[in-house]
């Protein structure tokens, strides 16, 4: 399996953090768990066979995407088709940085998975065409990056506040969301309601999902893992707070995530060793 990535320039590099491309034959594995980050991704299919993503392990009935789809904020892992062979190109968004290239709140869109025709409309199939279109894979990022960019020219407000508020979230060890509120001199409602908009979570489960993303992070490196004290590290309140939040969002206790753990931090082999 082949990865590439592609960091676009600005004003793009302020909502998206990466573009990428992925293919290739996996025959090692059914599917594979994917850990909630709290952003959100556009995947575009460059192969005929669909897309089929599950809601969890134990769904037996695939979601299918023929050609290209908005993977909402989750909070809460879902299960990926990823046998034989795959070719898809895509597009990481910052936390917050999805709203202008969809223009409905993000709140719904959460734990959910939607074509890109029906947010974009004709204009999602026919820039697909195009990137279908082009052999070169530099050319395709490039492509890509004109589409993003065509939406973006529609978006013409930045919020400064809502970047901080994010920012601060995303730290170990914040302040509460009381406190940040007070910081911003805007309630904490008005607060909840710039993240339902533009990140499609709350400030508490945005924050809670940074932790654990922490968490993943440093232990996915380890060889070796002390589990109470990344708990600590992480801003857990005890280890059995760690393990609980853990399981909330992978479906996975945290030693049962590490000797599981695949190539990426956020995607979790199942079905392994299906040759034999």
Not at 5 to 22: I, T
Not at 87 to 92: C, D, K, L, R
Not at 185 to 192: S, T, V
Not at 219 to 228: C, E, T
């Amino acid at each position: 399996m082949r990865y590439l990535s592609y960091a676009p320039g600005p004003p793009l590099s302020q909502f998206v953090e990466l573009l990428w491309l992925a293919e290739g034959v996996n025959t090692s594995y059914q599917r594979e768990r994917l850990l909630p980050t709290g952003s959100v991704e556009l995947v575009i299919n460059l192969l005929d066979e669909p897309m089929q993503v599950y809601v969890d392990t134990d769904a037996t009935d695939p979601i299918s995407f023929q050609h290209s789809v908005i993977s909402g904020p989750h909070s809460r892992y879902f299960v990926l088709d990823t046998y034989g062979t795959t070719a898809v190109i895509g597009a990481h968004f910052r936390p917050g940085g999805a709203y202008p290239f969809v223009h409905h709140p993000l709140s719904s869109l959460r734990n959910l998975h939607v074509s890109l025709d029906t947010i974009w409309g004709r204009r999602g199939h026919e820039w697909r065409e195009r990137i279908l279109a082009t052999p070169s894979i530099q050319q395709r990022f490039q492509l890509l990056e004109q589409a993003l960019l065509t939406q973006l020219a529609e978006w013409s407000t930045a919020n400064p506040m809502l970047d901080h508020a994010i920012h601060v979230l995303s730290a170990p060890h914040p302040i509460s969301v009381p406190q940040l509120s007070d910081q911003l001199g805007i309630g904490p409602r008005r607060l909840g309601q710039l993240f339902q908009q533009h990140v499609g979570l709350s400030p508490k489960q945005f924050y809670r999902l940074q932790r654990f993303q922490h968490a993943v992070g440093q232990s996915f490196q380890a060889l070796q893992v002390d589990w109470a004290d990344l708990a600590l590290q992480c801003g857990y309140y005890d280890q059995a707070h760690f393990s609980h939040d853990f399981r909330a969002f992978s479906g996975l206790a945290p030693g049962t995530y590490w000797q599981q753990r695949g190539r990426h931090p956020n995607h979790v082999p199942l079905d392994v060793s299906l040759q034999g």
